[in-house]
């Protein structure tokens, strides 16, 4: 069984986030324990599964999706589910930009594909420049009371909270500066004791000309993942917050991570589009199949 790792929201090796893909030749996902088990293998932040649907495929049953939808515009659509180190979760951006990146690469889809996921139907949009444009939903925010111990477990104090709704399950946490943001030294075990799947601090660009608006880092201790490189379902978050304060629908946002990536951002009433590029970096053969 095939096997890869590519690194995604970045157009070089070694760079953004790394995500395992597993296209799958099956109708339907394997045991889920084995699923589990090439995640905590991999100790990627995520992993990613998927297989193809049936021509017709509604998206109901029991294959972690929710709502379906029509074919893609390549006449195929996929079952995808993404699993932490750890544990399975609701949405991800970057193992989905890398698991059409792959679909692309090998020929086996164009143009726009569509995905069955618990959190419905998603679908990702390669150009032929190489980027992929992800629509997702926008994340419903509304305040959130300051957690006790939030400013202490992040290591700064918030300006403001945000709840980011059930898909994505995280904190939207605005800080002072980009210089804040980027010197957080968070107590990960302390994080992890707040009920939430993570925290995402973020702040306005130091100042114009740096190609990007905003900053953000993002914390998900409590599913196996001290900091994400950088996080795509995040930036359906990010995307709505920002606009709203700079103005504007189309912004470029800047993860600083150790390793670092560019997500480029466009609000569209409740959807957000995501885009960005995607390298492969291992390519190569899983032999504990189930």
């Not at 999706?65 to 659509?77: F, K, L, P």
């Not at 980027?131 to 939030?150: K, N, R, S, W």
């Not at 302390?190 to 973020?202: D, F, N």
């Not at 660009?205 to 914390?219: C, K, N």
Request: proline share 6%; charged share 20%; glycine share 12%.
């Amino acid at each position: 069984m095939r096997i890869r790792i590519v690194d995604a929201f970045t157009d070089r090796p070694f760079s953004g986030n790394p995500a395992g893909v597993l296209v799958l030749d099956s109708p339907a996902f394997p045991d889920d324990a084995w699923m589990r088990q090439v995640a905590a293998e991999l100790n990627l932040s995520e992993t990613a599964f998927a297989h193809p649907l049936a021509a017709g495929a509604d998206g109901s049953g029991s294959d972690g999706g929710a709502a379906g939808g029509g074919r893609s515009d390549g006449g195929t659509q996929w079952a995808l589910r993404w699993f932490t180190p750890v544990t399975e979760v609701g949405l991800c951006g970057h193992a989905t930009l890398a698991t059409a990146h792959v679909l692309r690469t090998v020929g086996q889809a164009r143009d726009t594909i569509r995905f069955r996921t618990r959190a419905g139907t998603l679908s990702a949009r390669a150009g032929g420049d190489g980027t992929v444009t992800l629509d997702f939903p926008a994340a419903p925010l509304t305040p959130e009371p300051a957690l006790a111990g939030l400013a202490r477990a992040l290591g700064a104090r918030p300006l403001t909270v945000l709840d980011t709704g059930p898909d994505c399950g995280d904190l939207l946490v605005e800080l002072a500066d980009e210089a804040q943001v980027r010197a957080l030294r968070p107590d990960f075990a302390a994080l992890a004791r707040l009920s939430r799947r993570g925290v995402i601090a973020t702040a306005a660009a130091a100042g114009p000309g740096l190609g990007y608006d905003f900053v953000s880092r993002g914390f998900f201790p409590a599913v196996g993942i001290d900091e994400d490189p950088v996080t795509g379902s995040a930036h359906t978050a990010l995307a709505p917050f920002w606009s709203a304060r700079l103005g504007r629908d189309a912004l470029t946002g800047f993860q600083a991570s150790a390793r670092g990536g560019l997500v480029a951002t466009r609000l569209l009433g409740d959807r957000v589009l995501l885009s960005g590029t995607a390298v492969t970096v291992v390519d190569g053969e899983l032999h504990a199949v189930p």
